[in-house]
């Protein structure tokens, strides 16, 4: 069974930040098919907080095809990220190499590149497409 | 849908102190509504009118579709616990629980039961000898079991630590998930609200300042910062709702329902809960324009 | 909202039974021995009206007069102790912002509470009333006197609308004042302040008074008055009608063509001894005007003032349902200068004073939230 945690200094919603960190458990294998995800009441109990937020994340989990409510029973598992994301990695990470050659030869030090990245990451919230 | 507070207008004087002026809001059923702001605001007012202990001056309030305190009926929907949760020092817990029982008619006496014992408490210990921290959970078990479907609670852990504070809240969100009741929770500490609150009021100097969804609230306020020139280059219908201001560089709390920030060319990055209640705060209470500050480093040079 | 009204009531009322236990005691005490007396005095051969009046009053003069004081004062101390803190001490406590999100109306709970209370305090002054009426029956007997000053109040049923009166009273006070101890003060001063005014300015204008003009006998003089002859005239001080309230203070002798008498026509009867000088002067035809109500009225005397009572405490009781609805949200609001912190200090002064002296038999049973520095449990 996950544990969720939540920090509310991340700048990143709580309820953004219960998605993310099944996602992780899901591609570090710490989860797997047919494990059941905490109940509401569970979560609520953890972390005191509004439940309507843990039902968010697991809609939007069951939205993404990662899990299964079961009337009665639970909200369940039915897909891993291991393989998708691992898929996904190599070709990204090409990419991403390429870039960074560029705006170093472009002039660009650390700070820019990293500043450069997260307003322009920020600005695009996820699942918007320009 | 009836919302589960709706406001029109309502406005309530003490003599002549404004409690709440012109407050017209509608706080929507099914929610965990953080009804913020500093002290002397209005919430305790605005909570009182609803949970029908208070009579308005002028104006109208609908609270789920009835008029509130008005009848039994009315009163059963409702559960408030009071700023400083008052219990009677000379009862036990479960003679606290004996008169939910007797002035309740939807009482819940499992639920009240289950929770006292998860608590921790003792039936037998008389309410004046708990702590801070349980009495606040002893009353709002007397405001849950009764099964409401609205729950006000007025600054129910300002008095608390910490750790009875979190204790409370998560005894709160417990309650949320099992009976699904909608929250209005006052408070002027913002640390709590966002892990709890999903929907927002902002009171200052006995007026609304900012009402709706935490998280449309904070997707549509940023923090520009920029050149000194981006103030002025502001797109229409950006709301500058707090700006600092050096020699070189202004930085701005703004709120842009519409989305036009994100085709101008200053910086925009999210701003979060505290700040933005904050910088609202500021503007309301009429803080003089910010300072200018001349850097000294250029200044020697 | 019965259980809870006898939860809250519980202390005051034990404490207000024990007390009133106490007093019932001392009055079948007196009740036994002013029956021994009696039947020592009264119905036995030898025995002159005089003698029985004589030990009645040497012996128990006091004690009846204190008896029936105290069942005066039982009324007052009921309205202070179970009437005033019945609404100041919610608003105080602030327990009122409980109670009242209960699912219980304001109206509903006011009427609940201050209807066993003011029922508990006429059924507690009533029996001891009746105590009390039992104990100097044989006193009053021998001594009559219905509409004596502390005798009056303190017989028949004038003491049920007192207590009704003072519950009420206190409770209304109680509401208004918002304060549990001003409260009862002001119940013990509006109650005893009644006591004082009504008999002097009310009571004898319930009925106009009859005037008569009696024949002057030896009779005309009541015990304990006296019979003076001065440059001023003939005066009969004390005049004698068994039952009646008389209002003259002594009435002057006057002769049948109705002039006043003088000392000098009286004076050939004056040999020193009383009952001689009195028949003497019965004989001489002069007659005396008196203003009084007649012993008949006493019951309607008493059913009148009893109404009254009752009246002003029913009016009382409207007055404090339509005050409820305006109480304020809270003392702590009222407190407080406007805009200040009203969420920040717990334990300073929203909290009732540890110190006052609030009275002590009934502080364990007071509803007090005590504000505890938040320790984790």
């Not at chain 1, 591609?27 to 059941?36: E, I, N």
């Not at chain 1, 650390?110 to 699942?127: H, Q």
């Not at chain 2, 008389?126 to 079991?145: P, Y």
């Not at chain 2, 229409?236 to 994100?262: K, N």
Request: hydrophobic share 45%.
């Amino acid at each position: 069974m996950i544990d969720f945690s939540l920090d509310l200094r991340s700048g990143v919603s709580p309820y953004l930040q219960l998605v993310q960190q099944v996602r992780r458990a899901l591609r570090l294998g710490l989860l797997d098919v047919g494990d059941q995800l905490p109940t509401v009441k569970e979560v609520v109990a953890k972390l005191a907080i509004n439940p309507n937020t843990v039902l968010k994340a697991y809609r939007e989990l069951e939205h993404e095809g990662l899990v299964q409510p079961r009337p009665g029973l639970g909200t369940f598992v039915t897909r891993t990220l291991v393989d998708e994301t691992l898929a996904a990695h190599e070709p990204l990470r090409r990419e991403l190499r390429a870039w960074l050659d560029r705006a170093r030869d472009a002039g660009l030090d650390d700070e820019s590149i990293e500043a450069l990245f997260t307003t322009t990451f920020r600005r695009v919230p996820d699942g918007v497409t320009r | 849908m009836t919302a589960a507070i709706r406001t029109e207008r309502l406005t309530k004087r003490y003599g002549r102190h404004p409690a709440l002026t012109d407050v017209t809001v509608t706080v929507p059923t099914g929610r965990v509504v953080g009804l913020v702001g500093p002290n002397g605001a209005g919430k305790s007012t605005l909570l009182g009118i609803a949970a029908g202990l208070i009579t308005p001056t002028s104006g109208e309030i609908e609270v789920l579709g009835g008029r509130p305190g008005q009848d039994t009926a009315q009163l059963a929907r409702v559960g408030f616990v009071a700023q400083d949760t008052p219990v009677y020092g000379g009862l036990t817990v479960a003679e606290h629980l004996r008169l939910g029982a007797g002035l309740n008619p939807g009482w819940d006496a499992e639920l009240a039961r289950q929770r006292i014992a998860r608590l921790g408490l003792d039936p037998a210990r008389r309410a004046a000898k708990l702590s801070g921290g349980q009495r606040a959970q002893l009353a709002l078990t007397l405001a849950a079991a009764k099964r409401p479907e609205l729950l006000l609670l007025d600054e129910p852990v300002a008095a608390l630590d910490p750790l009875a504070r979190r204790d409370f809240l998560r005894g709160l969100m417990e309650f949320v998930a099992e009976l699904g009741v909608g929250v209005v929770l006052s408070s002027h500490v913002l640390a709590d609200l966002e892990r709890v609150c999903d929907h927002l009021v902002l009171l200052a100097e006995s007026r609304v300042l900012l009402a709706g969804d935490t998280e449309e609230l904070l997707a549509t306020h940023y923090r520009v910062v920029g050149p000194r020139g981006c103030a002025d280059a502001l797109p229409a219908g950006v709301d500058v709702v707090q700006a600092e201001h050096t020699a070189r560089q202004s930085t701005l709390v703004v709120h842009d329902p519409g989305g036009a920030l994100l085709r101008s060319p200053c910086d925009a990055e999210p701003v979060g809960l505290e700040d933005m209640v904050l910088a609202h705060l500021t503007r309301a209470a009429g803080a003089a324009p910010a300072p200018t500050t001349e850097e000294p480093l250029e200044a020697r040079r | 909202m019965i259980w809870l009204t006898w939860r809250l009531f519980r202390g005051p009322a034990l404490a207000g039974t024990a007390a009133l236990a106490a007093l019932a005691a001392y009055l079948v005490v007196l009740g036994l021995r002013l029956r021994d007396t009696h039947a020592e005095v009264v119905g036995c051969a030898g025995c002159t009206a005089d003698d029985a009046r004589g030990a009645m009053e040497n012996g128990y003069f006091v004690a009846v007069q204190l008896s029936g004081f105290a069942l005066v004062v039982v009324p007052a101390l009921l309205g202070a102790f179970w009437g005033a803190p019945l609404v100041a001490r919610e608003l105080e406590a602030g327990t009122h912002r409980l109670v009242w999100a209960q699912s219980v109306t304001r109206g509903r709970w006011l009427a609940v509470r201050l209807g066993v209370v003011v029922l508990a305090g006429v059924l507690a002054t009533g029996l001891v009333g009746l105590l009390l009426g039992w104990a100097v029956a044989p006193y009053d007997e021998v001594m009559g006197g219905r509409f004596e000053t502390v005798v009056f109040p303190s017989r028949g049923v004038v003491p049920l609308g007192y207590a009704a009166f003072a519950v009420a009273l206190g409770a209304t006070l109680g509401l208004l004042a918002r304060r549990t101890l001003p409260a009862m003060a002001l119940t013990l001063a509006v109650f005893l302040g009644l006591q004082f005014l009504v008999p002097t300015l009310v009571r004898p204008h319930l009925r106009p008074p009859v005037t008569e003009t009696f024949a002057f006998g030896a009779f005309s003089v009541g015990p304990g008055g006296g019979f003076s002859a001065g440059p001023r005239g003939a005066r009969v001080e004390a005049v004698s009608l068994p039952g009646a309230w008389v209002l003259s203070d002594g009435a002057a002798l006057h002769n049948a063509a109705g002039e006043p008498v003088t000392s000098s026509e009286v004076d050939v009867c004056m040999t020193g001894e009383f009952r001689r000088d009195m028949e003497c002067i019965g004989g001489l035809n002069l007659s005396y005007t008196v203003s009084y109500h007649p012993a008949a009225r006493y019951w309607p005397f008493q059913w009148i003032e009893f109404g009254g009572y009752l009246l002003l405490a029913a009016l009382l009781t409207a007055l404090s349902f339509v005050r409820l609805r305006r109480v304020a949200w809270t003392t702590l609001l009222d407190a407080e200068p406007p805009g200040s912190s009203t969420g920040d200090d717990p334990g300073g002064s929203r909290w009732l004073d540890q110190d006052q002296p609030m009275v002590l038999q009934f502080s364990w049973m007071l509803p007090r939230p005590q504000p505890k520095p938040s320790t984790h449990r």
